[in-house]
Each structure stands twice: as C-alpha cells, then as structure tokens.
C-alpha cells in the first residue's frame, strides 16, 4: 500500500507542479501576447494538435516507452511551451505550441493507465475491488491536481504585483473595455502604461519553467516502473482501440442520435472555457486592472470550480442531472447579459471576481454532468462516447480560440449564448428521448405536453 500510495502521490504532485506552470501561462496568454492575436492562436493550435495526437500517439507511445516515461517524456512538451515563451513570435510560439499539443494526449493516457494498473494490482494483492481503489486513487489524484489553477495564477499575480509602474488607466482606454471594445487594442496599451517589465515576465517564465523541470525530475527520479507484463495487457488493450480503429469507432458512434444532439452540449464546454481563458482575462480584466491582476481573478474561478465540483457531485443524486444543468444555463446566461451590459471599470473591483466565480460555479456542472451523462448514455460504448466528448470539446475550444482575434467581444458574447440556448434545447430533447424511452410513454397529445413540462420542471 505504500509504494503504491507513494506513485499515485508521485504522479498528482508531478501534474501540480506542471499544470500550476501551463494553467498560469493559458490565463495570460491573450494578455501577455495580443499583438495580432498570436496567444489566443497559440491555444487554437495547442487543442487542434491534442485532437490529431489523442488518435494514434497514446498507445504507440505507452507501448515502446512505458507509462513512467511516457508521462516524463511528455512532460518536455509542456516545458516546450514555456520555452517558447521567452521569445514569443509565430516562428517559436506556434511550434511549441504544436509540440504541447502532441504531448497532450500521452500525458494524459499515460497517467489513466498507470493509476489504473496500479489500482487492480494492489486490489488483487488486499482482496478488494478494483474499481474502488482506482476510483480512490483517482480522488486523490484530483485533490492534489485541481489546486494547480489557484498556485499558477496566485503565482503570476504576485511576480507582476512587483512592476513599479502604478499609472491609472484613462478614461479613453476604459471605454475600448469590455463587451464593445474598440478593437484598438486597448489592453496593450494598458500592458504598455502599467503592466510588467520584461524582467519581470522573464522571471515568471523561469518560475514556470523550472516548475515543469521539477515535475519531470520528480516522476524521472521518484516514480516506479509498472510491472511490463500488466502493462503490456493494457497497452495491447489500448493499440486495438487506436487510430483507425477509434477513428471509425468514434463516427460511427454518431449514428446515435442522442450523441448528435449532445454535439452543441459538448462544443459549448470549449467555448465558455475560452471565451473566459481568452476574452474576459484579456478585455475585462487586463483591459481596466492590468495583467497583474488576472491571476488573481482567476484564482476565484478555479476555487470556485473546485469547491462546486466537489458540492455538486454530491448534490446531483439528490437534485438530479436536469436541475443542476438548468441551474448552470441561467447562471452562464446571466453572466453574458450583464458581461454585454458592463462597462468595467476598476472602482468595481469586487464585480471582476464575481462574475469569474459565477463563471466558475456553471463551468464546474459543464465538467462534472456532462462527464457523468455521457457515462450513463453510453453504458455499453464508453470509450466511444468518451472519444466523442474530447473530439468536440477541443473543437469548441479551436474555434472559439480561433475567431478571437477577429471579432468584437459582444459577438463573441452573442456566440457563446447562441450556442448555448441551441445547446440546452438539444439536451431537453434528449431528456425527453430518454422518458419518452421508459415504460409508460404517454401516447396523447396533452399527455406528451404533461411529460415534457414535468420533464423540464424536475
């Protein structure tokens, strides 16, 4: 129980230490480097290149290198990335932009198989169930690794709180933020008039560079090689799921029709996550505050996320699925109709963390029920559906990223609620083909109209 208790606390402090590095650089990147929009390109191109990798690169990678170097190996991409900071232009950034994005989908198989060997070998030596211990294992793991959002930010915030430059944004540049910038770039002139030396930004990069270094070395040095025999099963297990095969899988599984209509649920996942990460950080935040102070107020986001999923994912067998996904779509659409109303300003300090909590607190039933429907949809087609929820979550996340740069943020907004109304209405529907499903089905007219009123209600 001890050594294996020691990798699965190797493996949630590695992800800390990585995730604390490229957490607080993604919340700064459409600060940091807005110049032609190249930050919100660089996360574009991170997410296309994480859909291409998640198809073939996993088990051709588990299977030559193990799950221990695997994850220290891919571990380097994230360091790229960082690197590629240093002297951000499109012939650096994009590139290490590309390598992070290939190393996304190792990564991230990697550690699942690993907890998941080390889970079934450690209930068959105690004579428990293995489904438990690596539900356990994969607590702990989150535990550790959901705080990284708060120690990336907080750092960044404290490096920038250092800049000597206090000068007061004008009344000018305070009318280009917000929903109806002026497309002028008014953030840069806020990062110009009062943001962070290049020393400081220097000194940031190194922080989370030597962040990831310390990551790679901690597994390098510290984590066990799992057992090859046990490895092998699960790697032969994932190479005949891989590529081609999952590819057909993962489009074959849209002749569901309840996995079509869960398209629009899904998208809208990446969308609101970027438009916070690229929009809100940049034409709120550093746009009438400074960059300094984008840490800060994503640290309210990321508690409030952690804080709610946690809440949440005890609550929803007693709220059930519908109330806490309609509770999630009032409150992401009361923030967008207040976010278009708002003129930020920074005598209403209070109000930027609000809304990022709020933001939180939706995106959080976004995560945890999605996840969870999908799961109870698809019982008998997991990875299939599972396959599909990252294939179009990262694609919401490329686009969204993706037309950032060339539209005023109060469309962004209209995009974002459009997509999300479509979105909650697809998923009525599949709610209502799920009762409709059930013994029972009412076969009138009025019938039908009390089913799905009870249907929304509950």
Known sequence: ??????????????FLLLFTAYGGLQSLQSSLHSEEGLGVASLSVIYAALILSSMFLPPILI???????????????????SLGNFYASWYTLVP???????????????????????????????????????????????????????????????????????????????????????MTNATANTTASSGPTKTLIYTLLGVYTGSGVLAVLLVALFLDQIKDNQAERETEKMQTQSFWSTFLATFQHLKDKRQCLLIPLTMYSGFEQAFLAGDYTKSYVTCALGIHFVGYVMISFSAANSLCSLFFGKISQFTGRKALFALAAITNLACIIALLLWKPHPNQLAV????????????????????????????KHKE??????????????VIAFGYSTFLHVYVKLYIVMAVLVVAI?????????????????????????????????V
Request: charged share 15%; glycine share 10%; net charge negative.
């Open 352 to 379: 930027f963390f609000i809304f990022s909590a709020l933001w939180g607190l939706a995106d959080a039933i976004w995560q945890t029920q999605t996840n969870a429907l999908y799961g109870v949809l698809f019982e």
């Open 425 to 457: 209405v697809m998923y009525g529907t599949v709610e209502y083909l799920e009762v409709k499903d059930l013994p029972g089905t009412p076969t009138t007219m009025k019938e039908t109209f009390w089913l799905v009123f009870k249907t929304i209600m």
């Open 96 to 182: 290490a932009s590309i390598i992070l994005g290939l190393g996304g989908a190792p990564l991230w198989s990697a550690k699942c198989t690993y907890l998941t060997i080390a889970g079934n070998l450690y209930a068959q030596k105690a004579g428990k169930i293995g489904r438990d211990v690596i539900n356990q294992y994969f607590g702990l793991f989150f535990l550790i690794f959901q705080s990284s959002g708060v120690w990336g930010n907080l750092i960044s915030s404290l490096i920038f709180g250092q800049t000597t430059t206090t000068a007061e944004v004008s009344e000018e540049d305070l009318m280009c933020c917000g929903a109806y910038d002026c």
């Open 63 to 81: 299977k030559k290198l193990g799950c221990k170097w695997t994850i220290a190996g891919s571990m380097c991409c994230y360091i790229a990335y």
């Open 384 to 397: 299939a559906g599972f396959a599909n929820y990252r294939l179009w979550e990262s694609l919401g996340f």
């Open 1 to 14: 129980m001890e050594s294996n208790l020691k990798n699965v606390l190797v493996i949630s402090f590695g």
